[in-house]
């Protein structure tokens, strides 16, 4: 994902001041290569260096990330020429990585900054910022200044749709557009999976239930109309439409996709 976010940041800010620091030195140097970009030689360089410094890890990866780019953090804040972490991160708290990064938590020893100078952006992006058509979510620290916020969302905005949410409001996010695609995905999968039961090609089927699928979301976007409208002047009476509806109700379809989304929205939670 990180690699996808820098892609579409790339148009905006140039590849070339761009950079990438990883465990596997090979997976940096690819993903450079397709930006055009750099690569540092530690996570520590990359702070020292870079004025929006990406977190692409996963949650029970993030502390031991945090512990080694600590000091250079603090050392750039008490120079007054502070990087903005932006941590993608899901259940990470800005508050809890300020905390570790200032010094004030456990995994960090001595040496504090104040908490609050620590800037912090925390963002969930989605699978589409593959094909820069994701929505990214993003809430920041207090203290952020704005024209800093305004850069990264210009930055962020080659991904796709950035929006500014409160951060109580993260995790609901990380469980419906952040988990969302794989969601979307089955159902494609399923409604392709009917089309074959009802003879279509497994390669047509896949082609008409994707179209399908996109063509209704551009639909509900742009028209501004609510999703149970637009299906209401699909569903004829007693015609075939009324009849598949009735079909997924039959299976608590909404009910099931909803339990997804809140198992998802737990399990975010959890990892924070």
């Not at 912090?120 to 994701?134: C, D, E, H, K, Y």
């Not at 089955?186 to 047509?204: C, P, S, T």
């Not at 002047?233 to 909803?258: D, M």
């Amino acid at each position: 994902m990180g690699s996808a976010l820098m892609r579409g940041a790339a148009v905006v800010a140039g590849g070339e001041n761009i950079g990438f620091a990883d465990t596997d030195k090979a997976a940096a140097r690819n993903a450079a290569r397709l930006v055009g970009g750099m690569v540092f030689g530690t996570n520590t360089e990359a702070v020292k260096t870079g004025d929006f410094v990406f977190l692409a890890v996963k949650p029970q990866v993030l502390p031991s990330v945090l512990a080694g780019i600590a000091p250079a953090v603090r050392e750039r804040i008490a120079a007054g020429n502070p990087a903005v972490l932006v941590s993608m991160a899901a259940g990470w708290s800005i508050g809890k990585i300020q905390a570790i990064v200032g010094g004030s938590g456990t995994d960090v020893p001595a040496a504090h900054a104040p908490v609050a100078s620590v800037p912090v952006v925390r963002i969930m992006p989605n699978a589409p910022a593959l094909i820069s058509r994701g929505v990214i979510a993003m809430a920041a620290s207090p203290k952020l200044p704005q024209p800093l916020l305004e850069e990264l969302e210009k930055i962020l905005g080659g991904a796709g749709i950035v929006d500014k949410v409160d951060e109580r409001h993260m995790d609901a996010v990380t469980g419906l557009s952040g988990s969302g695609p794989a969601f979307v995905c089955q159902f494609i999968e399923a409604l392709a999976d009917g089309g074959v039961l009802a003879g279509l090609a497994r390669e047509k089927a896949l082609l008409y239930a994707a179209q399908t699928v996109m063509g209704t979301a551009a639909m509900i976007l742009e028209s501004g109309k609510h999703p149970g409208e637009l299906k209401d002047t699909i569903a004829s009476p007693a015609g075939t439409t009324i009849a598949g509806v009735s079909a997924l109700e039959k299976g608590a379809f909404r009910g099931t996709v909803i339990s997804a989304v809140e198992a998802a929205w737990k399990r975010a939670l959890e990892l924070g």
